[in-house]
């Protein structure tokens, strides 16, 4: 009798410690992976004069600033009509915010994106309605 009593303990120990092997990987299979992407921001008509632009992504749950990236422009090397780079960031919603620096405005912009397999996000700037008359 006493064998038996430790044998169902030692198959209970078996099947919790398998359920609790399977949680951990589970756990690991599921977390949230970090997600590549490139993000353009279409400059067109802005890209006149342009001096600098920067490019923040904040996570929308806490608001946080998880990505900047800036680029400057000068007479020698004007603004291209678009500018790209590519990001990674666990996925998520993220609010991307660009800020566009000219002599005389800075006018900015910002757009929510659901963050989930990769891929492209386009921010198109070229009709903001503070940009500063075209020369």
């Given at each position: 009798?006493?064998v038996s009593i430790t044998r169902r303990k030692l198959k209970f120990a078996a099947a919790i410690l398998l359920?609790?092997?399977?949680?951990?990987?589970?756990?690991?299979?599921?977390?949230?992976?970090?997600?590549?992407?490139?993000?353009?921001?279409?400059?067109?008509?802005a890209a006149a004069d342009l001096e600098a632009a920067t490019l923040e992504v904040f996570r929308v749950s806490?608001?946080?600033?998880?990505?900047?990236?800036?680029?400057?422009?000068?007479?020698?090397?004007?603004?291209?009509?678009?500018?790209?780079?590519?990001?990674?960031?666990?996925?998520?919603?993220?609010?991307?915010?660009?800020?566009?620096?000219?002599?005389?405005?800075?006018?900015?912009?910002?757009?929510?994106?659901?963050?989930?397999?990769?891929?492209?996000?386009?921010?198109?700037?070229?009709?903001?309605?503070?940009?500063?008359?075209?020369?």
């Amino acid at each position: 009798m006493a064998v038996s009593i430790t044998r169902r303990k030692l198959k209970f120990a078996a099947a919790i410690l398998l359920v609790g092997g399977l949680v951990l990987v589970g756990l690991r299979l599921f977390r949230k992976r970090p997600v590549s992407f490139s993000v353009g921001v279409r400059y067109g008509r802005a890209a006149a004069d342009l001096e600098a632009a920067t490019l923040e992504v904040f996570r929308v749950s806490d608001d946080a600033l998880v990505q900047r990236k800036a680029w400057r422009y000068s007479a020698g090397h004007p603004a291209p009509s678009l500018e790209t780079t590519k990001l990674r960031m666990a996925a998520g919603r993220y609010r991307f915010q660009v800020r566009l620096e000219y002599a005389q405005a800075a006018p900015s912009t910002e757009r929510e994106v659901d963050v989930r397999e990769g891929g492209d996000v386009l921010l198109d700037v070229s009709s903001l309605d503070e940009l500063p008359p075209a020369p």
